[in-house]
């Protein structure tokens, strides 16, 4: 249950951080590219698909959400950071191209371990082992 709430207080937290900063790629691009404000009301705003696609990975419970940098410019979503396993990877893929309004995936996610990963090391599987 407590985990549940810090997921929930996480997935706010980081939803309302997406949603009033704008993106370093957009604001790299804002010269010469019109603002999300001028978005269609078929395409949604760049900082508008971000934040949705962020809020769905925090919301599965298979990934760390929290090591995955979403950005979004012209539609296209990049994702980058790095993920525990393949399956991770494909899960955070699939569920960006799913987000409505997303028009292509950038997928630049590494596969491997990270500090603070959620995976046991090989020492840590070992004793594991020797105590079960």
Sequence with gaps: MKQKMAQTFIF???AGLIVSCST???QNSRSSAPSDRGASAS???????????KAKLLSDDML????????TQDGTVFLSGVVDTADQKRKAV???KNTEGV???????KVGRFEG??????KQVRFLEDIG
């Excluded at 395409?43 to 696609?53: F, G, M, Y």
């Excluded at 028009?103 to 996610?109: A, G, T």
């Excluded at 990963?117 to 090989?122: A, E, M, R």
């Design 12 to 14: 706010i937290l980081m």
């Design 117 to 122: 990963s959620s995976l046991p090391s090989s």
């Design 103 to 109: 028009q292509r995936v950038e997928d630049n996610l």
């Design 64 to 71: 760390n959400a929290l090591k995955i940098d979403v950005d």
């Design 24 to 26: 370093s790629r957009a």
């Design 43 to 53: 395409r949604p705003a760049d900082s508008t698909l971000t934040a949705k696609v």
């Design 94 to 96: 699939q569920i960006a």
